[in-house]
């Protein structure tokens, strides 16, 4: 789908678009899953699981080894997440004044858990921007990249899913967007993506690709002038 008009609601994946969380993350999860027997390095991660929640990742990681990995790797990776983020969490690099400047309303919807989506935006800076309008898939039935979850944050501000843009870092986001008839742009500004993910994403369904939150302001511009 193509956004041939200014949307009436802009929908924003949280890890990789809002805050730079992604390289911190895989990181974390990539020496864990590494020590219980999962050999994958932090790129390697990004990869295959960015996008994913951890325990369908602890699913998939499963399968492949033919065993679930320890419980302790859960434990290990919480706790150094609590000791990671705090001092190393920050939004990515733009997002404050496009949000200054966006002039619609806006929303999150993420696969992330209630409790540390909310964490993680506070941590950041970010979380008064959104709240109350933070979702979750724990929130819905399924997640991404099912299209639940951008339905139900379409539904809280009584706009038609073909009027709202979704920003992704992730293929599984875009295919949740466009499973819910929804626009979706795909953006690469996060330190985590690697250099073929703009083409992944368009292939995906993404209408374009912004590298930076400057070039959203182009695409949302070009929008505004074409529907004049």
Known sequence: MVLAAPPELVIFDCDGVLIDSEILYCKIDA????????????????????????????????????????????????????????????????????????GLPVCVASNTETERLRWNLDIAGLLHRFDPHVYSAKMVARGKPAPDLFWH???????????????????????????AGMPVLGFVAGRHCWPELGDQLRAAGAFDVADSCEAVDEILARAAISAA
């Not at 990776?77 to 920050?90: F, M, S, Y």
């Not at 706009?159 to 986001?173: A, M, Q, W, Y």
């Open 153 to 179: 944050a379409a539904r809280q501000f009584g706009v038609d899913p073909g009027r709202c843009l979704v920003i992704e870092d992730s293929t599984v986001g875009v295919g949740a967007a466009i499973a």
């Open 31 to 102: 020496e864990e899953f590494t020590r219980a027997g999962y050999p994958i390095t932090a790129a390697e991660f990004a990869r295959k699981f960015v996008g994913i929640s951890f325990d369908t990742t602890l699913k998939i990681a499963a399968e492949e080894l033919g065993r679930p990995l320890p419980d302790e790797v859960t434990h290990r990776v919480h706790a150094r997440v609590k000791e990671v983020i705090p001092a190393e969490l920050k939004a990515v690099q733009g997002v404050a004044a496009l949000l200054d400047r966006i």
